[in-house]
């Protein structure tokens, strides 16, 4: 089946999802002149809209995650530039706060491990204060009297990510990039080169360059060749949401995290009053569903950490998929197969990495030259690694 010509002429690019990676890509390509397309049934939608916001490359890392710590703190250094660039653009809010994040211990035990983290932080010439309890408790009083210390990172910040996303699907527009509310249901290749997509309703979409950019779905679009991408797997992350009366203002000034009973718990205020809490982490495939067990684990521990929160309204339950790669670091850049871009398996980051990945995959997109910050993220390193 040909193109409806009511789609216009062929694309340079075709952006296979529309959530917030998808977006940022399309958009960034759009700037640079190139004739984009994106295909996805709800632009906007996807783990974005579940997801807290917080952008903390220094307390988020893990051992062995240095790569992945230079690209978040790359994209974190662009957030203010790109959140402000969108708002011009679009007139939207896109929820970007220069907050801080308090990373906090409850025992002796957590408190160790924030030490030997702060150690990490300093051998890797990162900034990181530590803090007593009493001091932790001096910045955010509604901790509970039993923090033993903390780690502050005053560059660690937030975005909202519903915000994020609508302001993206606005800035496409405007920057003329075209939104196919269609999911596309196979990939075409043509002579070893990706030509392509056909969607669910049987018409076929052709373009120069196809970018994959559906979270964890990526891996399993038909026609996609063997061994092409590596799994993907869905990460579920249950996400609660709470309202802070104007009475009870401020509940919290900056995010706070903490480890109770060895589970990452998070706590992020808005300026709005709502406070995100999150989030678990299941693997459960492609499972979405809210459960009671989710909900009693993230409030017992957020209540361990914060007390009073208990007092809150609770207005609303979720839960998203992260899309983790075998090393839950992003696939970014072409891959095996000839007319394939990958922009895909960030896992946990994917709200951070949005403005450094729309850059870098924009950039190869319009050059053909990797950029050097996404060199180690290539899609191919699992197939070079398999042969070493």
């Not at 307390?59 to 994209?75: D, F, H, I, K």
């Not at 559906?214 to 996609?224: D, P």
């Not at 579920?236 to 009870?248: D, F, M």
């Not at 992260?322 to 839950?328: C, K, Q, T, V």
Request: glycine share 12%; proline share 7%.
């Amino acid at each position: 089946m040909a193109r409806s010509p009511s789609d216009g002429p062929r694309p340079d690019v075709l952006v296979v999802g529309g959530g917030i990676i998808g977006l940022g890509v399309a958009w960034r390509a759009a700037q640079r002149g190139l004739a984009v397309t994106v295909l996805d049934p709800a632009p906007g939608g996807g783990a974005a809209r579940v997801a807290a916001g917080m952008l903390a490359p220094v307390t988020e890392l893990q051992y062995g995650e240095e790569p992945l710590l230079r690209l978040g703190m790359a994209s974190n250094e662009r957030y203010a530039a790109f959140a402000a660039e969108l708002t011009d653009a679009t007139g939207l809010d896109t929820g970007y706060r220069r907050t801080g994040t308090l990373a906090v211990a409850l025992d002796s035990d957590d408190r160790e491990e924030l030490r030997e983290l702060h150690a990490f932080h300093g051998r890797l010439g990162l900034t990181s204060h530590w803090l007593t309890g009493r001091e932790c408790r001096r910045l955010e009083p509604m901790l509970a009297p039993g923090v033993r210390g903390g780690l502050h990172v005053t560059d660690d910040h937030q975005v909202d990510g519903r915000r994020l996303a609508t302001a993206l699907v606005e800035a496409c527009r405007r920057a003329g990039a075209v939104l196919h509310r269609e999911r596309a249901a196979e990939l075409l290749v043509d002579d070893g080169r990706a030509t392509g997509v056909r969607l669910d309703g049987g018409e076929v979409l052709t373009a120069g360059q196809v970018v994959l950019a559906a979270g964890s779905y990526s891996h399993l679009l038909n026609g996609l060749p063997p061994g092409v991408l590596p799994a993907i797997r869905p990460v579920k992350g249950q996400v609660l949401r709470l309202h802070v009366p104007s009475a009870y203002r401020p509940f919290l000034a900056r995010n706070v995290r903490a480890v109770v009973r060895g589970q990452h718990i998070y706590l992020v205020p808005r300026a709005d009053g709502e406070l995100v809490v999150g989030a678990t982490t299941e693997e459960q495939g492609h499972d979405t569903t809210v459960t009671a067990g989710g909900v009693y684990e993230l409030l017992r521990d957020a209540h361990e950490l914060v007390p009073g929160i208990t007092e809150l309204p609770l207005v609303e339950t979720g839960a998203g998929l992260r899309p983790g790669s075998p090393d839950n670091a992003p696939l970014l850049g072409p891959t095996a197969l000839p007319g394939l871009v990958a922009a895909t398996g960030h896992y946990r980051n994917g709200v951070l990495l949005t403005p450094v990945t729309a850059d870098l995959v924009a950039a190869y997109l319009a050059t053909g030259s990797v950029p050097e910050l996404a060199e180690p993220f290539s899609p191919s390193r699992f197939h070079l690694k398999a042969l070493a």
